[in-house]
């Protein structure tokens, strides 16, 4: 079964400095997806990032980008120029491409402070 | 705008009583899922639908049951609630992708105590 680590129960970072969230993975498929959600306090769970497994680019969504190394099974997210916004809970997730499950596995989450 | 929305924002309940939490999204999917958020331990599956009256049971289904009798509503039941059940219960849903990265859209949660 594939699993999801989050390294990290919590960080924090100055407001409009960089910050990089861990995530690792274990899977056995070749094929697959990574997404990073957001969870700010008391308001509904949305997606930041993802990533094909199949595309060697690291995705980039303004001032969220990932960095995708699938031979270490890694896929980090940083954040730059951070703002008081981005304080909140962020997941990795993993989805399989095998089987049509549209199945996600969650990490165990980082708490994001961002610090004025 | 995509939309899933809960019946309750919170909830409180005793124990042994039968609780029904509602899911509903307006983005005509196949897909449906609860999940239990608990801190420290992120998001664990419950159940999940692929259609309508199709359920398969996730990583922790034993005390709940699911309902799915419309493709836009999916819902949870605990059948006795205990206060081990007491936790933020969170719907999602999505379309079936064929192998694309489609994203799942999350409800507001549900905050439900079992006293």
Same mark, same amino acid.
């Given at each position: !079964?594939? $699993? =999801? #680590?989050? /390294?990290?129960?919590?960080?924090?970072?100055?407001? !409009?400095? $960089? =910050? #990089?969230? /861990?995530?690792?993975?274990?899977?056995?498929?070749?094929?697959?997806?990574?997404?990073?959600?957001?969870?700010?306090?008391?308001?509904?769970?949305?997606?930041?990032?993802?990533?094909e497994a199949y595309k060697q680019q690291n995705?980039?969504?303004?001032?969220?980008?990932?960095?995708?190394?699938?031979?270490?099974?890694?896929?980090?997210?940083?954040?730059?120029?951070?703002?008081?916004?981005?304080?909140?809970?962020?997941?990795?997730?993993?989805?399989?491409?095998?089987?049509?499950?549209?199945?996600?596995?969650?990490?165990?989450?980082?708490?994001?402070?961002?610090?004025? | 705008?995509?939309?899933?929305?809960?019946?309750?924002?919170?909830?409180?309940?005793?124990?042994?009583?039968?609780?029904?939490?509602?899911?509903?999204?307006?983005?005509?999917?196949?897909?449906?899922?609860?999940?239990?958020?608990?801190?420290?331990?992120?998001?664990?599956?419950?159940?999940?639908?692929?259609?309508?009256?199709?359920?398969?049971?996730?990583?922790?289904?034993?005390?709940?049951?699911?309902?799915?009798?419309?493709?836009?509503?999916?819902?949870?039941?605990?059948?006795?609630?205990?206060?081990?059940?007491?936790?933020?219960?969170?719907?999602?849903?999505?379309?079936?992708?064929?192998?694309?990265?489609?994203?799942?859209?999350?409800?507001?949660?549900?905050?439900?105590?079992?006293?």
């Open positions: !079964a594939q $699993t =999801v #680590t989050q /390294s990290q129960p919590e960080m924090s970072v100055q407001e !409009a400095e $960089t =910050v #990089t969230l /861990s995530c690792t993975y274990d899977t056995s498929e070749s094929d697959y997806y990574l997404f990073w959600y957001k969870q700010p306090p008391s308001r509904q769970m949305i997606l930041v990032i993802r990533q995705a980039t969504e303004n001032r969220f980008s990932v960095n995708f190394q699938k031979a270490a099974k890694s896929f980090s997210l940083k954040i730059s120029d951070s703002q008081l916004g981005d304080a909140a809970m962020y997941f990795c997730a993993y989805r399989g491409s095998q089987g049509g499950s549209e199945k996600l596995v969650f990490g165990k989450g980082t708490k994001l402070t961002v610090n004025p | 705008d995509v939309k899933v929305t809960q019946s309750s924002r919170y909830l409180v309940k005793r124990t042994g009583e039968k609780v029904f939490l509602e899911c509903v999204q307006d983005m005509d999917h196949e897909n449906m899922f609860w999940y239990r958020q608990d801190p420290g331990l992120g998001l664990r599956l419950i159940y999940f639908s692929y259609d309508v009256k199709m359920k398969e049971k996730g990583d922790i289904p034993e005390g709940y049951s699911v309902s799915r009798e419309k493709k836009e509503r999916f819902s949870l039941i605990l059948e006795s609630a205990s206060t081990n059940q007491t936790s933020m219960y969170l719907c999602a849903s999505t379309e079936t992708s064929g192998g694309l990265n489609n994203e799942q859209f999350f409800g507001p949660g549900t905050r439900l105590t079992v006293l």
